[in-house]
């Protein structure tokens, strides 16, 4: 999935909630969530574009 879609499927089933203490927007906050899924391997690239930022996601294996 690419990484707009996930955050804005997030947003619209009530996953990401704006935060009290940060001034975050909710893209933002879904974004960072990502980015502690890619790190905890949750979440793997699966495809780069072409400077090598991440495009889009996939479900690690295992957690199938």
Known sequence: MEKDE???LWMAQGLVKP???R???MEDL???Y???LVRTSFLENA???EVG???SYKMHDLLH
Do not use: F, T
């Open 19 to 21: 935060s009290q203490g």
């Open 47 to 49: 495809e780069q574009d």
């Open 30 to 32: 879904g974004a960072w």
């Open 53 to 55: 930022r991440r495009k």
């Open 23 to 25: 001034h975050l927007s």
């Open 6 to 8: 996930l955050i804005q």
């Open 34 to 36: 990502l980015d502690v």
